[in-house]
């Protein structure tokens, strides 16, 4: 549940920089956010309790391959989240969230069952299922907002699908670089926190990459040179590394349920923020006020099936 709230929420202080702050700048504060939470959870919860090790002593011991599991993990992350971002900008919450983080949540359940099958199938699989169809059923609502007259882009919803099918692949190199047992450390595998602090530099190596393209050959927009950043407010980085903070809260939370729920179903439950992301743009920033009447009940339709979809999910897990 915290994953949920907090995977479907952290969009919002995107949303609340955009009117001042480009997305491009703003996603530097959000890896940074990320990467000090990671941090912060690592050498305090990470470091107490009587089990496991602590992470300082975790981190010395393990061993490159398991370390680069996780960068990797934090690669393909990044990949995917900024062109969800730009999604996001163009597109709006209510169609980025539920299509690119549906897709997801899809082929994220299917590959990481393939690797650890832990839960009901049949229930499992009918709840993807579901969740297909909640998928196009908001893609469905989105073309008939730009069929109606509004002015609306393509290019968000196919950023939203391919940030999708990335998406569905990072959460796998973290969990096969972390110790199954969390009460019995393995020699060279990473206890959670570690691997989400290391999958959190990850993200960072590879924004230097990937966010610096984005800056020169935007999405949307003019190119933005690295000196805008500095001349940011206060009010706008901390939006920024809030919104990180907040995705890394659920991401830890979600690592940690996988040794419980398994991962395919830890990680199919948070992407239920897809829910959470559809009722904010939808209610609250508005993103479909301009669409044809019947719009509203394709869109009750879709977040009746998602919901339907995470209930099988939680059913698979019991």
């Known amino acids: 549940m915290v994953t949920m709230l907090c ?6 202080t995107q949303k609340l920089a955009a009117g001042t702050w480009r997305f491009e700048l703003f996603y530097w504060d959000y ?19 009587g089990g496991g090790r602590s992470f300082l002593a975790d981190i010395a011991q393990a061993d490159d391959k398991n370390i680069g599991s996780a960068i990797i993990g934090g690669i393909i992350f990044n990949a995917a989240n900024i062109l969800l971002g730009a999604a996001i900008a163009i597109a709006g919450m209510a169609v980025a969230f539920p299509v690119g983080i549906g897709l997801a949540l899809v082929i994220g359940v299917i590959v990481n069952y ?23 059923l908001n893609a469905y609502a ?22 999708g099918v990335l998406m569905g692949f990072f959460y796998k190199y973290v969990t096969a670089s972390m110790f199954a047992n969390f009460n019995a450390p393995e020699t060279g595998k990473l206890s959670p926190y570690t691997a989400v602090f290391i999958f959190s530099v990850g993200i960072l190596l590879s924004n230097f990459v990937f966010n610096t393209v984005l800056m020169k050959r935007p999405f949307a927009g003019t190119p933005v040179a690295f000196s805008a950043y500095f001349k940011g407010r206060f009010r706008d980085h901390i939006t920024g590394i809030f919104g990180g903070a907040i995705w890394c809260l659920g991401m830890s939370f979600s690592i940690i349920a996988s040794g419980k729920a398994g991962p395919a179903i830890s990680y199919g439950l948070g992407q239920g923020a897809t829910v959470i992301a559809a009722l904010w743009g939808i209610f609250i920033w508005k993103e ?31």
């Open 142 to 163: 989105y073309r008939k907002m730009q069929s109606a007259g509004k002015k609306t882009s393509s290019k968000g919803l196919l950023l939203a699908v391919v940030a």
């Open 31 to 49: 890896v940074l956010g990320i990467l000090l939470f990671s941090l912060i959870l690592a050498v305090t919860l990470g470091s107490s309790g």
């Open 114 to 136: 393939a690797v650890n099958p832990v839960g009901n199938s049949s229930l499992l699989f009918s709840g993807v299922a579901l969740i297909v169809v909640a998928i196009l």
């Open 288 to 318: 479909f006020k301009s669409a044809p009447k019947n719009t509203s009940a394709i869109l009750n339709l879709m977040l009746l099936f998602y919901v339907a979809g995470l209930g099988l999910l939680v059913y698979a897990g019991a």
């Open 7 to 12: 995977w479907g929420s952290w969009a919002n």
